[in-house]
């Protein structure tokens, strides 16, 4: 493996970002940072509660009501653009920062570069979208009609630990694009990339108070957030249960709420597909990032003619597949994000066993692994749709494999879940591909790929996969409120 130098930012103990200084939490309490690669420090991050919320979203409140409801879109276009110019010349930086806290190898996080500079373009291109427009009335008399679109104030964002160097842009990329002021809690588990894009955010000339981070649990500080009075909006990304609490704990000031939740997602191989490009694109569809993705296509359908040669060669690919530290160019999968994320795949993954036949993986990795959190790609086959490893998220690297009959069928199971956050297919048949990707409910399916995802159009989940479309112009709007004013000219 390649020695890979660390960054100063490593090993400090890091504060919360509060109005443009760095404190620690008012309660002095810290958490400490595991690297997932090999359960060693990096330091510690503030554990911040109500107090550091408070002082935040205050900070927040002042920088909304202040010099930054001033400035034009013209002005917000050039700071989101030298925003995007100081992260991508750091981008090497962050890309190992995220790796080492978070896990994911160093070809996925390097990878994010060209989308991180995508999605500041866009969210750039996009400041003009709040402002005025005189619009024509039915009254009678001689009336003016002025629609506003107002920034709808302080946001509230909680992310999860899965992709937080994606994860923030959905908060701090419309925030700044339309005027609004954000306070982030990144999750516990992997704060650091956030806290390095903060600093270089301060560093590209984002005023003080447009941006706030507070580390800590989400027991304490992300609860404290989702019930101040002086939120306006929550952007919240995680699991379907903190999301129910965090509803209910929004209803004090009835907050605007954009919940992206978990799934459960069916990629469905019909009987037609190219199996050269179905088989590792399903089982990367799952495995990507360890299976730590909302998008998962962790329900593998296949149809009955092609089910037990797509097994023999999914299982194959997914022996060959590298899992090891994220630092060596050569892994494909890094470890799990903690030990209570490994003991919880490892749990379903003996279900899985009890219930449907082990094709491939299943165990930790020792050796010098054997103090990371790694867990083998697994498949699962003879299975059916009604399994608990086929209806309940496991967000690891496990996939399972469900034979169909007919397109209906295929269809019919893809549905039998609670969740509707993605999908995908694979057919040469372009009357299957339009068909079924119409009948897929869910807010992306994908027909001979899976998981791409342009910030420009965006995605969404339904049911309990949640609501809110992050990223393109919708994504926008939901930052802004509307105001109409009725002039009488008589
Ligand atoms: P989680 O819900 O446990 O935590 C997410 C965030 O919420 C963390 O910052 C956490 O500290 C905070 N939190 C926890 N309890 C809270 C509370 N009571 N009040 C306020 N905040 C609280 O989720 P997780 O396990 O960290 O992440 C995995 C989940 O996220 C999976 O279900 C995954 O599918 C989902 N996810 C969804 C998307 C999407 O865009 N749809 C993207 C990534 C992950």
Redesign the pocket.
């Known amino acids: 493996m390649t020695t890979v130098e660390t960054p100063a930012f490593i090993g400090r103990k890091q504060g919360n970002l509060i109005g443009g200084t760095w404190v620690p939490a008012a309660s002095g309490e810290t958490i400490e940072v595991i690297n997932p690669a090999n359960g060693g420090s990096l330091g510690t991050i503030a554990a911040g509660d109500a107090e550091d919320v408070d002082a935040a979203v205050r900070a927040a409140r002042a920088a909304f009501e202040g010099e930054w409801s001033r400035w034009t879109p013209h002005e917000r276009r050039k700071l989101i653009l030298r925003v995007h110019d100081v992260i991508l010349e750091h981008f090497d930086e962050l890309a190992l920062i995220e790796t080492l806290d978070m896990g994911a190898p160093l070809s996925r996080t390097t990878g994010l570069k060209e989308w991180t500079s995508q999605v500041l373009q866009f969210y750039a291109s996009q400041t003009g979208a709040g402002g005025v427009a005189a619009q024509p009335n039915s009254l009678p008399g001689d009336f003016l009609t002025l629609k506003y679109q107002r920034p709808v104030g302080v946001v509230g964002g909680?992310?999860?630990?899965?992709?937080p160097l994606i994860?923030l842009w959905w908060i701090f990329g419309p925030a700044l694009a339309t005027g609004c002021t954000a306070v982030l809690?990144?999750?516990?588990?992997a704060s650091l990339s956030v806290l390095r894009v903060s600093e270089l955010m301060q560093e590209a000339g984002v005023p003080d108070g447009v941006i706030n981070v507070v580390t800590g649990?989400?027991?304490d500080?992300?609860?404290a957030?989702?019930e101040h009075h002086g939120v306006d909006r929550i952007a919240?990304?995680?699991?379907?249960?903190?999301?129910q609490?965090?509803v209910r704990?929004s209803a004090g000031n009835l907050k605007r709420l954009q919940m992206?939740?978990?799934?459960k997602s069916p990629d469905i191989v019909f009987a037609d597909a190219d199996l050269d490009k179905a088989v590792p694109g399903a089982a990367m569809g799952v495995f990507t990032n360890s299976g730590?993705?909302?998008?998962a296509g962790s329900r593998i359908f296949v149809q009955r003619p092609i089910h037990d040669e797509f097994v023999a060669r999914i299982g194959e690919f997914t022996k060959s597949v590298r899992v090891g530290d994220g630092l060596d160019p050569a892994t494909q999968l890094g470890p799990l994000i903690s030990l209570r994320q490994l003991e919880r795949v490892q749990k379903y993954i003996e279900i899985g066993s009890g219930e449907a036949e082990l094709v491939a993986g299943g165990g930790r990795l020792g050796g010098d692994y054997a103090n990371g959190f790694y867990v083998e790609p697994t498949v699962f086959a003879g299975a059916h749709n009604e399994m608990t490893i086929a209806q309940e998220?496991i967000?690891g690297p496990v996939a399972t494999v469900i034979p169909f009959d007919t397109m209906e069928e295929a269809i019919t199971l893809a549905n039998t879940t609670p969740y509707g956050?993605a999908g995908g297919l694979w057919t040469e048949n372009l009357g299957t591909a339009h068909k079924v990707s119409q009948a897929i409910d869910a807010g992306t399916v994908w027909v001979n790929c899976y998981g791409v995802l342009d910030p420009a159009i965006g995605?969404g989940?339904t049911k309990m996969?949640?609501y809110g479309w992050?990223g393109a112009k919708e994504h926008v709007e939901s930052y802004l409120y509307p105001k109409a004013v009725y002039m009488n000219l008589n």
Do not use: H, M
């Not at 909680?158 to 992709?163: E, F, K, L, S, Y």
């Not at 992206?260 to 799934?263: A, D």
């Not at 730590?292 to 998008?295: A, L, P, S, T």
């Open positions: 909680i992310i999860p630990w899965n992709g994860g809690k990144p999750a516990e588990d649990y989400g027991r500080a992300g609860s957030l989702a919240f990304t995680g699991s379907v249960g903190t999301a609490t965090i704990a992206e939740l978990g799934g730590q993705v909302c998008v998220e967000f956050l995605f989940g996969s949640g992050k």
